[in-house]
């Protein structure tokens, strides 16, 4: 079998490059290491036919000479020709660039952080066959609750992360995690009728899955979803999901929030810190240390502490998201949002675990106080959104109507059109529901007047 | 290189019985620069190597990936995929199975007149700032732009246990271009894609000066538009509203792999779906689009590949595995993204047949209606149900394209949205683009422009 490297030979592999980069006379040198291996077992068309091991590792290289900055990656670790290359490469790139005036320097030596429920030597040990175990419990789960269904899609993966860092200021770290998932996704069928495909998943950094609970859910979503009808145009309450929430976020309030945005004028939020920007209902946190959270890690892509930002208290803007380089421009502290593309790319500012704190009522008892409504679980086109203004106009594939508190029945093709600085200022109620998707830590919300077009 | 790879291949064959096994082999160099506004934030080069098994034990498949190529290593790899593919079989039902094809031995070199891995990155530093500073100057309007350059080149090796040995060379160059301007609190986005698998030469036609202004003026224009009305109204699509509805709301569905989960073109083979002046495409073997190969991941050829005939359904794009199922010919359409990746059912270049309407004659009876121009983005699922962003849209009134509109996005149900196609026009434009699904793919879509009798388009709040 094929073997991850250890944590020595990260390490040894993250100095060695930034040791060749300062031998070639460059001011700062950065160096990022990645590893991933990831063993899946995959059903298609209703059975397991496929099980894979993917082991990707490599080495990205960011090296500053006069204010410019060069970058270099490659995956082939074993050759020291190969690592020598990618730092000139690195010295190269960044000679034949511009110099940036706002450059001021790699982060410094920080204490990282200390971070819980991330790593689980359950998974690890996990292997093929345990996986085709979890799946078939899935699988099987699902075809009992409803044969009207037909499981489509679905997976069962186990990973082992891990990533490594050292810069020329002296900052050196190794951190690890797992992640144990799996999912499946369900079409039901009946006299002619087709639903859209409707999906469940778990996702956890510990080996804590309930793949019984995940086929039943995709199977009963996917069967109420049956018997659908056209809904009228007109503005009504909404309930959304997990699924939707992290849609409509995603390409939308997230980016306004981030300082790279805020500083290229690409953000309604620029300038409002301190301002009501939403229900007062409404807290955010943007927090890298969330027990067990899918983004939770002791050092962010630049090496500096991951930490918990308040983004919005009580509706009103508090804070933005950093990583070193904006931060230098402001004058600030990065709050520990630098993310990579493992070692393929430069960092980025990105959120962490970006977490909408729950309410107190029951998911059930949002749809039940609501007299007319629709419950969303799943949304079409939200990445064709204005990233810029917020507006989205896209399709509930399904939605289910709300009627005197109970889910009625279950529409087709409705769109739904707004602005998310809207929706957040319409947010009236949160449950207690909260989930990990994705970026996103979010309970079921309630957002009064969104305007539904149909016909 | 090749003496190692077909090593591993014995090793699936004889010592785990594999019916099938290939190995892909990848040498890739890219370089990529990300100008915001006119900082270079970094200029990037990477080397990547590496090697993917795919093999089927017992009925099942088998893969596994390796970022190296040695030759130890890669013994440790196959056999990996070969446990794997053990393992899934324990619960199997129906063995899976691919159809015939003949071997192939070739060699794909490059027709490039200018290989982007031969152009000085000083040279790309200036085309892509030349893009940036055409966007800012512009307009005072314009509030920030992003401009995305990659060149990917390299050599792919396929092997297989049938006597498929194909070495190809690759290259693509691509670009994306953001604009975002903002006037009294209106803020309004513009993008624009370049994509080519000929070469660096496509800067020579798409001049960094000419994408720049495209670019750009669309996001000061969308300035003065209001959102349109919600509700149901006739349209008229352009090229590229028109590949990204071919795209997503009837191509993702004619993929085999997705037919067979269940889509609304399941029971419609030979079925009529659109009307008579419809008739799509997918093609691989368009010289220099950015959909465009010899052979694909499994070592088959690419073809021109019929899949609506004057409104009927006559084809869907398969692999070797659907192709088998549906007992029909494979048609080339099996892409990875890299060694990383199984591959799986991907588009080429897709795209409407143009027939013989004027814009004039598309336009002129349309009372009230709007003519969509740009797509921002698209989205389909397997009931039909389609969604298409539009970024840059007209009112038409009394047969005249009129004010422009802003953030309008259109929906419905493809099959019922196919038999209200009322004009075909004779303009053809193809446009270059990524889909993903799981995994990104270089693609092409287009046509010309098509009037449809009504479409449900998403107002603004």
């Known amino acids: 079998m094929v073997v991850a490297l250890k944590k020595e030979e990260i390490l040894g592999l993250a100095e060695k490059a930034v040791n060749l980069a300062q031998r070639k006379g460059v001011d700062e040198a950065e160096a990022f290491v990645y590893q991933g291996l990831t063993t899946d077992v995959s059903i298609e068309r209703g059975q397991i036919a496929r099980s894979s091991r993917i082991i990707d590792r490599g080495l990205g290289i960011r090296v500053i000479v006069n204010n410019t900055i060069g970058f270099s990656y490659t995956n082939m670790l074993e050759s020291e020709a190969v690592i020598e290359e990618i730092v000139l490469k690195a010295f190269k790139s960044a000679k034949a660039s511009k110099p940036d005036k706002d450059w001021h320097g790699l982060p410094t030596k920080k204490t990282f952080s200390s971070v819980k429920g991330t790593y689980d030597k359950r998974i690890v040990e996990l292997n093929s066959e345990d996986l085709v175990n979890i799946a078939s419990i899935m699988l099987d789960t699902a075809e009992k609750t409803d044969d009207r269904i037909f499981p489509i899609e679905g997976n069962v993966g186990a990973s082992y992360l891990c990533k490594a860092i050292t810069n020329s200021n002296g900052v050196e770290g190794f951190d690890h995690g797992t992640i144990v998932e799996c999912s499946l996704e369900t079409i039901a069928r009946e006299e002619g009728e087709v639903t859209p495909a409707c999906f469940e998943f778990n996702i956890e950094r510990t080996y804590d899955m309930n793949p019984e609970w995940v086929g039943k859910e995709a199977a009963r979503l996917a069967a109420s979803a049956l018997k659908s009808k056209r809904t009228e145009t007109k503005s009504t309450d909404v309930v959304f999901t997990q699924f939707a929430i992290q849609q409509l976020f995603h390409y939308t309030l997230i980016n306004a929030v981030k300082a790279d945005y805020i500083q290229r004028n690409q953000s309604a939020f620029k300038g409002k810190i301190g301002e009501k920007v939403a229900s007062e209902i409404v807290t955010i946190y943007d927090d890298g240390l969330f027990n067990g959270g899918l983004r939770t890690w002791k050092f962010d892509g630049e090496g500096v502490p991951q930490q918990k930002t308040p983004i919005i208290d009580k509706g009103v803007l508090r804070n933005f998201i950093y990583d070193n380089y904006t931060a230098n421009k402001e004058t600030k502290e990065s709050t520990g949002n630098a993310s990579r593309a493992g070692y393929l790319s430069t960092p980025n500012v990105e959120a962490t675990n970006f977490r909408i704190m729950p309410g107190n009522k029951s998911p059930e008892e949002l749809v039940s106080g609501l007299k007319k409504g629709l419950l969303v679980y799943y949304l079409q086109g939200a990445h064709s959104s204005n990233p810029a203004s917020g507006e989205f106009s896209v399709v509930a594939t399904p939605a289910w109507k709300i009627e005197n508190g109970e889910i009625a029945y279950a529409t087709k093709g409705a769109m739904l059109a707004g602005n998310i600085f809207q929706v957040l200022t319409n947010i009236s109620e949160l449950a207690n529901n909260e989930r990990k998707i994705g970026q996103l830590i979010t309970p079921w919300i309630l957002v009064e007047n969104v305007k539904v077009v149909g016909k | ?461």
Request: aromatic letters at 8%; proline letters at 3%.
């Open chain 2, 1 to 461: 290189m090749k003496d190692i790879l077909s090593k591993t291949i014995d090793v699936a064959v004889q010592r785990f019985h594999a019916e099938y096994a290939e190995v892909r082999a990848q040498k890739l160099f890219k370089t990529m620069l990300t100008l915001k506004e006119e900082r270079v934030e970094a200029v990037k080069q990477g080397i990547e190597n590496g090697a993917a098994f795919r093999v089927l034990v017992n009925g099942a498949w088998g893969f596994a990936s390796v970022g190296t190529f040695n030759a130890e290593t890669l013994t440790n790899a196959v056999s990996d995929a070969c446990k794997m593919a053990k393992a899934a079989s324990s619960r199997l039902k129906k063995p899976i199975k691919l159809v015939d094809t003949k071997a192939v031995q070739d060699k794909v070199p490059l027709k490039t007149r200018k290989d982007p891995s031969k152009i000085s990155i000083e040279d790309k530093v200036n085309t892509t700032s030349t893009m940036s500073k055409t966007i800012l100057d512009y307009d005072s309007r314009i509030r920030s732009c992003t401009i995305d350059y990659l060149d990917l080149t390299g050599t792919s090796y396929f092997i297989n246990n049938e006597g498929s040995c194909i070495e190809q060379n690759k290259l693509y160059v691509w670009s994306r271009l953001l604009a975002i301007a903002a006037e009294e609190g209106v803020f309004t986005y513009s993008r624009e894609e370049i994509g080519s698998t000929a070469g660096y030469e496509i800067f020579d036609v798409e001049t960094p000066e000419i994408v720049g202004e495209r670019t750009a003026k669309r996001a000061v224009e969308q300035l003065k538009a209001k959102p349109p009305k919600g509700g149901t109204f006739p349209a008229v699509l352009g090229p590229s509203v028109v590949g990204v509805f071919v795209h997503e709301a009837f191509g993702h569905l004619a993929e085999a792999d997705l037919t067979l989960l269940g889509s609304v073109l399941l029971d419609k083979l030979g079925k009529k779906i659109a009307s008579d002046n419809v008739t799509f495409y997918d093609d691989g073997s368009i010289e220099g689009a950015f959909g465009s190969f010899k052979y694909d991941d499994e070592g088959v050829p690419t073809q021109k590949t019929l899949l609506v005939k004057d409104g009927v359904v006559v084809g869907l794009m398969h692999n070797r595995e659907t192709a088998q199922k549906f007992n029909a010919k494979p048609t080339g359409n099996a892409r990875a993204e890299d060694f990383r990746f199984e591959p799986i059912i991907r588009m080429r270049n897709t795209f409407i047949e143009p027939k013989d309407h004027s814009f004039e004659e598309v336009v002129e009876d349309m009372k009230f209606g709007y003519y969509l121009k740009i797509f921002r983005g698209g989205q389909a699922n397997l009931d039909g149900t389609f969604q298409v962003g539009i970024q840059e849209a007209y009112e038409i009134v009394k047969g005249e394209v009129g004010a422009p509109v802003r953030n309008a996005s259109i929906s419905g149900n493809t099959l019922e949205t196919l038999l209200k196609v009322d004009a075909v026009g004779k303009d053809f434009e193809l446009w270059p683009g990524r889909c993903g699904k799981g995994q990104t793919a270089f693609i092409c879509d287009g046509g010309p422009h098509i009037r449809v009798k009504e479409v449900l388009l998403g107002g603004s709040a």
